[in-house]
């Protein structure tokens, strides 16, 4: 994620892989794909490696073509605009972002994670910024590590405080941490903000809830699962390769070995195809509006089946996982028993035995679902989530 403050405006985009990069992969991938005529008088190999290099390659090199030429439909940006207090953001070069006014905006919510390094620990904190009805833009990410050399001075919230300065430039807000309790860890108090006016309405015209239903939309294999899958298919061809130079050479002492790869890449392959590509290849989802919740279907050329479906009551939550466009749709007891558990986790006064009851209530309680809507546009996603949001609170 890439955070660039100018004069009026704050702008982030998501981390992608360069344009240039992929055209690179496609171009590296080309040319190992015609190695194969180096072998081409090589008395084991001969003919067979020009065959094996264009067989094993030239996919890798399309998937790579493919992704290039995909790199601008889908680049999730968020704009915090000082001019027009408003805070746009969006995914899809073909709609208009969506636009939520500075107001409807209560507060920086920080994610903190921490990851074991050999010379120490490396820290992430991604700064949230946190709607009325819950939903997280992610805005920005601050990464530190602390090393185990003592000498060396470390401060694990300094450059996070500095980041938040500059955000408060534009949206003065309070700042809390990830189980909603205030964030107090900051080296340098930021003002508080005045108390925001809980009983305001927020601004959801956008929502058009009327015409939103049903959305529908085509399910897209992703290249990096195609990418995968082709890497072992060519583990499988290298078998092959090994198990026709010994045949070819009356050899027998590598026939076991190519036999085993050869089994190994195209089991593999056969295995992830089937599971991830196959069974989704030309299918289509749709989420229907119920009378009392809503259902997600998937369709393909055999029908309509129902995957999931949940009702609205008083004790359902539901969560919007940005950019992966992920909806976790939970129970509200289970989310408190998350929550409980977590506090009790990290509070080093909690006994064994408070830890235990949380975690057997977290069991006892856990009915979460999770809709995957990342080939839908952030701008639809987004609409969906509030108009669920907006319907929970009204219950």
């Not at 094993?56 to 090199?61: A, I, M």
Request: aromatic share 12%; glycine share 6%; hydrophobic share 40%.
């Amino acid at each position: 994620m890439e955070t660039t403050f100018l004069q009026n405006s704050i702008l982030i985009q998501g981390a992608n892989v360069h344009p240039y990069v992929l055209l690179l992969g496609a171009i590296v991938w080309g040319i190992l794909s015609l190695l194969g005529i180096l072998f081409w008088k090589h008395p084991m190999i001969g003919k067979k490696g020009i065959l094996f290099s264009l067989l094993t390659f030239t996919p890798l090199s399309l998937v790579c073509v493919k992704s290039y030429q995909e790199t601008n439909s889908f680049s999730y940006h968020v704009q915090v605009d000082g001019e027009s207090k408003q805070v746009r953001f969006g995914d899809t070069q073909g709609m208009n972002d969506l636009e939520i006014p500075f107001s409807d905006w209560v507060s920086y919510q920080i994610h903190s994670d921490a990851e074991s390094k050999k010379d120490g620990w490396k820290y992430t904190d991604t700064i949230y910024l946190k709607h009325r009805l819950g939903l997280l833009i992610p805005v920005s990410t601050i990464t530190v590590r602390k090393y185990t050399d003592k000498t060396k001075e470390f401060s694990r919230y300094l450059d996070l405080n500095r980041e938040l300065k500059k955000f408060f430039r534009f949206i003065p807000l309070p700042i809390e941490d990830e189980l909603g309790d205030p964030f107090s860890e900051l080296p340098i108090p930021l003002d508080p903000p005045k108390a925001l006016d809980s009983n305001t309405s927020p601004n959801l015209e956008f929502l058009l809830p009327n015409s939103l239903f049903p959305i529908q939309w085509e399910h897209s294999i992703s290249n990096a699962n195609w990418f995968f899958s082709f890497c072992l298919l060519a583990v499988g061809h290298l078998g092959l390769l090994i198990l026709l130079a010994n045949l070819t050479n009356k050899e027998m002492s590598n026939i076991k070995m190519g036999v085993v790869i050869l089994l190994l890449g195209y089991l593999s392959f056969g295995i992830q195809f089937y599971f991830w590509i196959g069974k989704k290849m030309g299918m289509s989802y749709q989420i229907e509006r119920l009378s009392d919740g809503y259902a997600l279907y998937g369709i393909t050329k055999k029908g309509k089946e129902k995957l999931q479906e949940w009702k609205q009551t008083e004790d359902l939550m539901v969560h919007l996982e940005l950019p992966s466009k992920y909806i976790w749709v939970q129970s509200r007891k289970s989310y408190e028993s998350t929550r409980s558990l977590a506090k009790s986790l990290l509070d080093p006064n909690s006994e064994l035995t408070s830890t235990l009851n949380h975690t057997k209530d977290l069991f006892t309680s856990s009915q979460a679902q999770r809709w995957d809507l990342s080939d839908l546009p952030m701008e639809v996603a987004v609409r969906f989530f509030l108009v669920l949001c907006q319907r929970l609170d009204s219950i």
